[in-house]
C-alpha cells in the first residue's frame, strides 16, 4: 500500500515499476518472484506491519484493559482510544486509521488531565465509551477502520479545547471553507485553543491549498458544493 499522489505519475514516467508477483526469496540485495523473475536491488524495505504488545502490564491489569494480542483492530478497549477501566492510566496510539491528527490530540488530551488543566472522563462518560468500543469489537464482519477519523479528531479537540468553534461557525471568516472543504490536517487545531499558533497553523493550511488544490475541490463536490465556487471562494480568501 502507498499513499502518495506522485506513485502514478513516477509509474508512468517510468521512474517507478510495479511487479505484481509475490517474493518468494531475498538474498543478497537478490530477490525472487515466485513468477521465477529475479532482480537485483540497492535497498530492500520490509513494511511488514507489527503486532501490539503491551507485555509491560502487570497480567491482572492487562485483564483490566482487556487486552487481546490476537485483536488486531482493537489490542484493547479503551473510551476514545485512550482512556481505558483502569484510574491514572491512557494511551496514545491505539487507534486505526489516519493518525498524526488523531495521536497528537490523544496525547494532549492524556497530558491536560495528568497536569490536572482538563477534568478525568466521568463515570457516565467512561462507562459509555468503553460500551461503544466493546460493541464494535464484537461486530461481525469487523470494520477495518472502526472509527470516522473527522469525527473522532473533532471530539478529541473539544476534550482538549481546541476546536476552531468560532471559524466554523462563521462562514465569512477566511479559513471557513478550507477547514469544511479542505483535507483534515493537525493544524486545523492549532488555530485556536491552548497553544495555538493562528500565524504557523494558517500558513501550514494555506500551503496544502496551493499544493493540493484538486482536494478542496473534490471534497466540495462530495459536499454538494459547486467545485468552482469553492475555488473562486478559497482564491479570493487566500488574496486578503
Not at 482493537?74 to 491505539?94: D, K, R, T, Y
Request: aromatic share 8%; glycine share 6%.
Amino acid at each position: 500500500m502507498a499513499i502518495t499522489d506522485e506513485l502514478s505519475r513516477a509509474v508512468s514516467a517510468g521512474l517507478l515499476s510495479v511487479q505484481t508477483a509475490r517474493v518468494r526469496a531475498c538474498e543478497r540485495g537478490w530477490v525472487t518472484f515466485e513468477d521465477g523473475r529475479r532482480a537485483e536491488f540497492d535497498v530492500i524495505l520490509a513494511a511488514t506491519g507489527y503486532r501490539t504488545a503491551v507485555n509491560f502490564l502487570a497480567p491482572a491489569l492487562s485483564e483490566v484493559v482487556e487486552y487481546d494480542a490476537d485483536d488486531w483492530l482493537q489490542p484493547l478497549i479503551a473510551h476514545e482510544c485512550v482512556w481505558p477501566a483502569a484510574p491514572n492510566l491512557a494511551f496514545v496510539g491505539m487507534y486505526r486509521g489516519p493518525y498524526f491528527g488523531v495521536l497528537e490530540l490523544q496525547a494532549r488530551w492524556a497530558c491536560g488531565v495528568f497536569a490536572g488543566r482538563l477534568p478525568m472522563p466521568s463515570a457516565g462518560e467512561l462507562a459509555d465509551g468503553l460500551a461503544r468500543e466493546r460493541a464494535i469489537r464484537q461486530m461481525d464482519p469487523r470494520p477495518q477502520f472502526p472509527h470516522d477519523y473527522p469525527t473522532m479528531a473533532d471530539d478529541l479537540a473539544r476534550h482538549v479545547g481546541a476546536l476552531p468553534v468560532t471559524i466554523l461557525q462563521d462562514s465569512a471568516h477566511p479559513l471557513h471553507a478550507l477547514l469544511y472543504h479542505g483535507p483534515l490536517l493537525p493544524f486545523h487545531y492549532r488555530l485556536q485553543g491552548r497553544q495555538a499558533n493562528p500565524r504557523l497553523a494558517e500558513a501550514a493550511i494555506r500551503e496544502c491549498e496551493r499544493s493540493y488544490p484538486h482536494l478542496v475541490a473534490n471534497d466540495a463536490a462530495a459536499d454538494g458544493t459547486d467545485p468552482e465556487e469553492a475555488k473562486a471562494e478559497n482564491t479570493s480568501q487566500a488574496a486578503c
